[in-house]
Every structure is written in structure tokens, then in C-alpha cells.
């Protein structure tokens, strides 16, 4: 058994170097130096999520469970980080864009799915992106119909966004760059500490929890600096779910979302050019590249009806509900909030509804029991 371990790793750390190595080629000359460095903030991502633990679904859990709310306000403190340096640089270099998006029915629907998802799956983008890297079998389940649910999602999405909506709200549009910032962090401050106050059990923050924010809102910095953009995980696996669905002979762009021009773009070039699905390949790498230099020995999942059925639910409900509120954990929650943008609280709010109501599921099923 040990010795079949010594194996799996080896040819793990074969495949993982060399995939990195091609990736990072084949980007570094179709595509620039630009591309590549994403791709490496995207390895440095899974590695620092794996390494540290830090996650979005399992917090939640926790907070409905034992009202702990110690890994919220840690996702708090990651958001504030990460506003001190994404509003400044939007703010004062117009080439440099925010995460915004309208206030609209799609959103609040697809943000309440998505918070249920997160809980029937007991992970989130992020989360689902580094697991698969660990070598989580339930994990890649929930991979495989978050891409199936995003691609769903992104039929429905023009007919849902019809529905009524109001533009884009930036929070302190009309301020300067100083009482813009102030006025953000302060909602941030108070929200936090409302969840400081209801918290039934001591917050803990330890060494490793800050180093996590700092390197991860660093590297939000970073993706920003280098692509114009915040950084998002849905729309990679829209892309993908799109690249499967024309692999498999189905007439794309008879839906009006693939007509429209950035998925338009993304599905004729390779899954390299766009950024999203790029940082994703490399989040699982990075988590895989963990997996090997811990030596950590990946086991099989133990699986029934029961754990089979939350992960292809939470999957599909993911993948729609990210659509339909235009990103997920990442890209409407840090990368909408840290821009300024009202619709990261709107999304925040009822994901974080849908969670409750995802954890009641989770109850139903008998799927909280070893938290």
C-alpha cells in the first residue's frame, strides 16, 4: 500500500511538472508574458487555499450550526485587504475595471440557488477548484455539474435578465478616493461585527488564517494589475461547459448567450487565452503540486445515494445560480464587494439566505452530523 503511494506520487509530480511546464509555454509564447504570470497567480492560489484551509462553504456551515462565526469574519477581513487595493487602482486608473453588476432579478435568484448549492456540496468555486487538486472523488462530481449547471445557467440567463433590473451601484460613486474607501471599509467594519457580536464562540484568527489574506489579496492585486480584471472562476467553467456541449455536436450559438461578444470570443480561442479558465487549470495544479510536496496520501471517497445525490444537486445549482447572479463566492462576493459595488452585498445576502436554507437540507439528509 505504502509502496503504491510512492507510485501514485511520483507519477502525480510527473504529470503535475510537466503540464505546468507545457501550460506555461505554450501561454508565455501565443499569448505573452502576461498570461503565463496568471497562470502562476492561479498555481500560488491553490497552493495557498490547501495550504491554509481557508475556504467560504465550510464557514457558513459552521456559523449555521454553532453560530461560529469565526471563518466569516475572516472572509471579512480578506474582502477589506483586497478593497484597500482594488478600489484605489480602479479608482485612478481607468483601464483598470471593477467587478460591477446590476441589481436585477436574475441576481437575487441565482445568489439564493447558489448559497444552497454551496451547502448540499459542502464547497464552493474556490473550494470545488482546490479539492479536485487534493484528489477529492465527491469534489470532481460537483466539478462535473457545476460545469453542466453554468452552462444551463448561461441559457437561461438571457431570458431571466429580462425580468427587470436596475444599473450598476457603485458605493460612493460621487466621493473621493479617500471617503469612497472609508465609507466601503466602514459597511465592511460594521457587518463584520455584527457577526462578532451574534458569534456564540471565541473567533479565532491564527497566524496562518492572516497570512492567507494577506497572499490571496495580493494576488487579487496582482490578477488585476495583469489581465484589467478582478478575478473570477464562473465564467471558465461556462466556457467549459460550452467547449463540451460543441464537442458533443450541439448547435452553440442557436442560444443567445454564446451570440454575445466576450463567451462568443472565449469559445472560439483555446481554453488558455481566456483568463478565468487559465487561473482555473492552475488553482487544481497548484492544489495537486500541495498534494505531492506534503506527501499527503489521497483515499478514496466513501460514497452512497445520499452523498452522490447533494453533490450533483449542489453541482448543478452552483453552476446555474453563479450564472444567473453574475459570479460566485469569488468573483460577485470578494471581487463585486472589494469593488465597491452594491451587488457583491445583494448577492452576499442571499446566498447567504439560500445557505441557511441548503444547511436545512443538509440536516434533512443527515449530512452535518460529522461537523
Request: charged share 10%; glycine share 8%; aromatic share 16%.
Given at each position: 500500500m505504502f509502496l503504491n503511494n510512492i507510485k501514485h506520487n511520483i507519477s502525480f509530480a510527473f504529470l503535475s511538472t510537466l503540464s505546468i511546464i507545457l501550460i506555461f509555454f505554450i501561454t508565455y509564447f501565443e499569448y505573452g508574458l502576461n498570461y503565463s504570470l496568471l497562470f502562476f497567480i492561479g498555481i500560488t492560489l491553490g497552493l495557498t487555499f490547501i495550504a491554509t484551509s481557508f475556504g467560504f462553504a465550510s464557514g457558513w456551515t459552521y456559523f449555521f450550526k454553532y453560530m461560529d462565526s469565526s471563518s466569516i469574519i475572516k472572509q471579512f477581513m480578506l474582502i477589506g485587504l483586497t478593497s484597500l487595493f482594488i478600489i484605489p487602482t480602479v479608482h485612478l486608473f481607468e483601464s483598470y475595471s471593477p467587478t460591477i453588476a446590476p441589481i436585477s432579478i436574475s441576481l437575487l435568484i441565482g445568489s439564493f440557488i447558489f448559497g444552497i448549492g454551496m451547502q448540499l456540496s459542502n464547497g464552493c468555486a474556490s473550494g470545488t477548484l482546490?479539492?479536485?487538486?487534493?484528489?477529492?472523488?465527491?469534489?470532481?462530481?460537483?466539478?462535473?455539474?457545476?460545469?453542466?449547471?453554468?452552462?444551463?445557467?448561461?441559457?437561461?440567463l438571457p431570458i431571466v435578465i429580462n425580468f427587470g433590473s436596475i444599473k450598476p451601484v457603485i458605493i460612493g460613486s460621487n466621493f473621493n478616493l479617500i471617503n469612497k474607501l472609508l465609507l466601503n471599509i466602514s459597511?465592511?467594519?460594521?457587518?463584520?461585527?455584527?457577526?462578532?457580536?451574534?458569534?456564540?464562540?471565541?473567533?479565532?484568527?491564527?497566524?496562518?488564517?492572516?497570512?492567507?489574506?494577506?497572499?490571496?489579496?495580493?494576488?487579487?492585486?496582482?490578477?488585476?494589475?495583469?489581465?484589467?480584471?478582478?478575478?473570477?472562476?464562473?465564467f471558465g467553467l461556462t466556457v467549459w461547459g460550452g467547449k463540451l456541449w460543441s464537442l458533443i455536436g450541439g448547435d452553440i450559438y442557436s442560444?443567445?448567450?454564446?451570440?454575445?461578444?466576450?463567451?462568443?470570443?472565449?469559445?472560439?480561442?483555446?481554453?488558455?487565452?481566456?483568463?478565468?479558465?487559465?487561473?482555473?487549470?492552475?488553482?487544481?495544479l497548484g492544489s495537486l503540486t500541495y498534494v505531492i510536496v506534503s506527501k499527503k496520501i489521497i483515499l478514496p471517497y466513501k460514497f452512497n445515494l445520499k452523498i452522490i445525490f447533494s453533490s450533483i444537486a449542489g453541482g448543478l445549482l452552483m453552476g446555474i445560480g453563479a450564472r444567473l447572479a453574475f459570479g460566485c463566492n469569488i468573483g460577485a462576493f470578494l471581487g463585486g464587494i472589494s469593488s465597491g459595488s452594491l451587488h457583491g452585498w445583494v448577492w452576499f445576502l442571499f446566498?447567504?439566505?439560500?445557505?441557511?436554507?441548503?444547511?436545512?437540507?443538509?440536516?434533512?439528509?443527515?449530512?452535518?452530523?460529522d461537523l
Open positions: 482546490f479539492s479536485v487538486g487534493n484528489g477529492n472523488t465527491k469534489m470532481m462530481i460537483v466539478l462535473l455539474f457545476f460545469i453542466i449547471g453554468s452552462f444551463i445557467g448561461s441559457l437561461i459597511i465592511l467594519i460594521a457587518i463584520a461585527f455584527i457577526f462578532f457580536k451574534i458569534s456564540n464562540r471565541k473567533i479565532i484568527i491564527n497566524i496562518k488564517d492572516i497570512l492567507a489574506i494577506i497572499v490571496i489579496s495580493l494576488l487579487c492585486l496582482m490578477c488585476l494589475l495583469l489581465s484589467g480584471y478582478t478575478w473570477g472562476i464562473t442560444f443567445t448567450f454564446w451570440n454575445w461578444s466576450r463567451p462568443s470570443q472565449a469559445l472560439q480561442n483555446s481554453l488558455l487565452s481566456e483568463v478565468s479558465s487559465l487561473m482555473n487549470i492552475g488553482m487544481i446566498a447567504f439566505c439560500g445557505g441557511w436554507v441548503g444547511f436545512k437540507f443538509r440536516n434533512y439528509f443527515n449530512l452535518n452530523k
